[in-house]
């Protein structure tokens, strides 16, 4: 079985009680701070090695390795090849400091984006407006809807249905 795929069956396991799940979340979520911490100490790096070097070098076991490089390859610039994966897979942590945070953001990781390392990297201003940035983008805003007796949206001052609401 790949990695991926045992990484998915603890981390997703449906037989388990929901406070069993949320325990194998809570220990992960320790263990993925930690192993940021450690990369954002040193951002421009790119960390290279097979999973088990990784996993060696951040002291976690393979499958949690597995399961942070699942959740950091959508901000790598160079992806990994998660789905099929094994213990000798060469891979990288190089990525994308913009995109990791926003990344961060996205999944309302609070524990991950309010990191202090991040203050190193980016100035208040900055990370104010990638957070900003993440979270329009997933807002959807409906434009009004015009009626025909409506002032027309052009400026013509004729009701909508006399202008461009014309068929």
Not at 10 to 39: R, T
Not at 148 to 159: E, H, I, L, M, R
Request: glycine fraction near 4%.
């Amino acid at each position: 079985m790949a990695l991926l795929a045992k990484w998915r069956e603890i981390a997703y396991n449906e037989n388990l009680k929901p406070e069993q799940l949320q325990n194998v979340w809570a220990v992960y979520f320790q263990k993925e701070k930690a192993i940021y911490e450690e990369l954002l100490k040193n951002p421009d790096e790119v960390v290279k090695g097979t999973v088990k070097e990784l996993a060696d070098k951040y002291n976690v076991d393979v499958i949690t390795m597995t399961g942070f490089l699942d959740g950091i390859n959508d901000s790598l610039v160079e992806a990994n090849p998660i789905e099929e994966m094994d213990v000798d897979t060469p891979v990288n942590l190089g990525f994308d400091k913009q995109l990791l945070y926003k990344n961060m953001v996205a999944a309302d990781a609070e524990w991950l984006f309010n990191l202090p390392a991040w203050d190193e990297i980016f100035d208040e201003e900055t990370k104010k407006a990638l957070y900003k940035e993440q979270k329009s983008s997933t807002t959807i805003v409906k434009e009004a809807k015009v009626y025909p007796n409506d002032p027309c949206p052009c400026g013509s001052g004729k009701k909508y249905k006399k202008c461009c609401g014309k068929k």
